[in-house]
Every structure is written in C-alpha cells, then in structure tokens.
C-alpha cells in the first residue's frame, strides 16, 4: 500500500500547471491567450473523468492536438500534460499518447488509477485559477 502525502497533488498540480504557462520548452505550453479557456478545462477534468474515465480524456487528447481548429488545440495539451503528470505521479506505466493502453489495462488497475487521477484532477483545479487565471468560456 502506498502512503500518499497530500501536500504531494498540489506539488505535483503546481509545478504542471506552472510548466505549461512557462516553460516555452515544454511541448504542452500554452500561450497566454488561452490561459483563462484552460482554467476552465482544468476546473472541468474532475467531472470529466468521473463521467467518462481515462481512456476517452487520452482519446480526446489525441482528437483536439491533431484537430484542424487552432483555437482548440489548448484542449489537448492540457489533456495531454495532464496525463503525463498523471503518469509520473503514480508511477503506472501506460503510455499517454495510445488510450488503448488504457483500456487494456486490468481493470483493478485501471480504476485505481482512475481514482487517483480524480483526486489528482481535484487539486490541478484548485491551482487552476492561481495559475491560468479565472475560467473563462
């Protein structure tokens, strides 16, 4: 059994949020014009994963980064960033860019990490708005 540290999601949360707003290296920064859009996706990944899971959050990821529409490229990325700090916090190894890893995944595994990744979501939307501002449709 692993002990989590709670101060562990919101570090783990800060720092990704932080990356995509300021490491212009980072293949998922997102540039300052869709801060506020982003803030309101991140306020929307709990529910988002509650409802659907993690394997259609990668499916999306996928669909909005090779999307033809500019303006919702931002989807993805914060999709996709979040799944990798999903990824390096929990130390599962499944692979980001291919949602059928997810789906062929055991399903004890599978819904824990589904139930991590709620909890991990909850605290990127705390820092949503400190980060990237208010939501902004």
Known sequence: MIKL?????????????NAIVA?????????????????GVVQGLTAYISTWGLHRLSG???KFLNGKAEDTKYK???YKK???????????NFNVDD????????????TSLNRLAIELAREW???A?????????
């Open 60 to 62: 999306d990821a996928k």
């Open 129 to 137: 708005s400190a980060v990237l501002g208010e939501p902004e449709e």
């Open 23 to 39: 490491d212009t290296q980072d293949p998922y920064y997102l540039d300052k014009k869709y801060h506020k859009k982003a803030s």
């Open 99 to 110: 949602e059928g890893s997810l789906l062929k995944m055991p399903l004890k595994e599978y």
């Open 125 to 127: 939307s705390f820092w």
């Open 82 to 92: 979040f799944l990798r700090s999903l990824k390096s916090f929990s130390g599962k």
């Open 76 to 78: 993805g990325k914060v």
């Open 5 to 17: 540290d709670s101060r562990k999601f919101s570090q783990e949360a800060y720092t990704a949020l």
